[in-house]
């Protein structure tokens, strides 16, 4: 069946939430896909930063396979071996003592932070404009973007919403009615925008000196995507509360919130559950991921491909800048042509983002290959002189 009976089909079942699809997509492998019409494109958006180690990579289909095997889902009244030891990895990477709580997705690990910060006594969350939390009605809350506020409200109150990357504007909205500050490290859906330098650091100060938790979001930025564990780490900080997704499981659904020192025991029995959080066939899917970016040395690997990236895209004239860290490469453009260039991109062979009107954003498989990264360059330059011709 062809990708224009597919397409008609989707939209004769399937709710219109996100509009037509692209293409329908029918296989893939490493860093590609194929669609229903048998064209071949180099994935450079990897199911939106998930497919962490590209497709059907031999350590996640095994560590899936065998875990059914062995024993698949059991509920949330008793515990799994990948379950435990999964959560005290990620204690690990974050290097310091706490609790984690596993969910299914990015907004339910934002979902289960925010109830964290309730259990403080206080209600007053600050935001940044340009934020993307997800879509459930508490992580919407706390999503800056009208259009996707507005069909919704009212919305959990008492959010107050400062300019991203001001540490002045942070600095003024803290107080000691603050429960938590929330950020993300580098602004994925806003087109991959980076704060100054010391922005977290000073994040750090304001919050501590109010008793405030410091609440990382890292579903788009953690597991690797950068070039490190966790996006906050370069900065040298520890933040209360760090919520993952994306990549953690390298496309098997799992995110965790992980609660960093007495954070961790801000939520009781009762206060929260889901029945498929911490699936034991998720968590096995996660600690193949982890273990495949340690044994392959994929954090060097990162930086190495995105500097390449970057370099080769920098100069284009239609570029005004690159920007992010790792494989998390954000495309500035001179001029609001982003949704061009992802068109021009698909009919070439290469699937990208247009975050914004003017940004273009790529989240390629953590083990995009040297060959494939120039190639990548070459078709997207192409491209670029395309559009701007
Ligand atoms: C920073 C950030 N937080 C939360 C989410 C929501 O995650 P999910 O789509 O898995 O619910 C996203 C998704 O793009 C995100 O980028």
């Known amino acids: ?13 399937v709710m ?4 037509p699809p692209q293409t329908v997509l029918v296989r893939g492998e490493g860093s590609h896909v194929w669609d229903a019409d048998g064209r071949k494109y180099l ?5 939106i930063a998930v497919n962490a180690l590209g497709h059907g990579h031999p350590a996640i289909i095994e560590a899936v396979t065998r875990q059914l095997a062995i024993l698949g889902h059991t509920s949330n009244f008793f515990a799994t071996e990948p379950q435990i030891t999964l959560a005290e990895k990620l204690l690990q990477l974050v290097g310091h003592d706490g609790r984690v709580f596993f969910t299914n997705s990015g907004t339910e690990a934002n979902e289960a932070a925010f109830k964290i910060t309730r259990r403080t006594g206080r209600t007053r969350i600050v935001v940044a404009e340009g934020s993307f939390h997800g879509r459930t009605m508490g992580a919407l809350a706390l ?5 996707y ?3 919704f409200e009212p919305l959990p109150g008492d959010v107050t919403w400062v300019p991203y990357g001001d540490a002045a504007a942070l600095e003024a909205a803290v107080d000691d009615t603050v429960a938590a500050v929330l950020i993300e490290p580098i602004q994925g859906e806003a087109g991959v925008v980076v704060p100054p330098d010391g922005y977290l650091r000073h994040a750090r100060e304001v919050t501590t000196r109010h008793g405030a938790l410091l609440w990382l979001d890292e579903v788009q930025t953690g597991m690797g ?18 919520t993952l ?3 953690l499981g390298g496309g098997i659904p799992i995110g965790a919130c992980i609660a960093i020192g007495d954070a961790g025991t801000l939520l009781q029995p009762g206060n ?9 066939v998720a968590t096995a899917a996660a600690l193949a991921v982890i273990a495949t970016i340690e044994r392959d040395a994929l954090l060097e690997h990162v930086v190495t491909i995105g500097d390449q990236l970057r370099r080769g895209l920098d100069d284009h004239p239609l570029v005004a800048e690159t920007t992010g860290r790792g494989l998390l490469v954000g495309v500035v453009l001179h001029e609001p042509l982003a949704a061009q260039v992802q068109k021009a991109a698909m009919a070439a062979g290469l699937i990208l983002n247009n975050a914004t009107p003017d940004r273009l954003r790529l989240a390629p498989p953590l083990v995009l290959t040297e060959d494939e990264a120039a190639e990548a360059v070459a078709v997207l330059r192409g491209v670029l002189d395309e559009v701007s011709a």
């Open 143 to 147: 999503t800056s973007k009208e259009a």
């Open 272 to 280: 929260h559950g889901t029945t498929f959080g911490g699936n034991a």
């Open 43 to 47: 994935d450079l958006l990897a199911g």
């Open 245 to 247: 997704a994306k990549g």
């Open 1 to 13: 069946m062809s990708t224009a009976e597919w397409t008609s089909r989707y939209q004769g079942a």
């Open 16 to 19: 219109n939430t996100f509009g």
């Open 225 to 242: 995507r950068t070039g490190a564990w966790f996006a906050y780490a370069e900065s040298g900080i520890v933040p209360d509360v760090v």
């Open 149 to 151: 506020r507005a069909p």
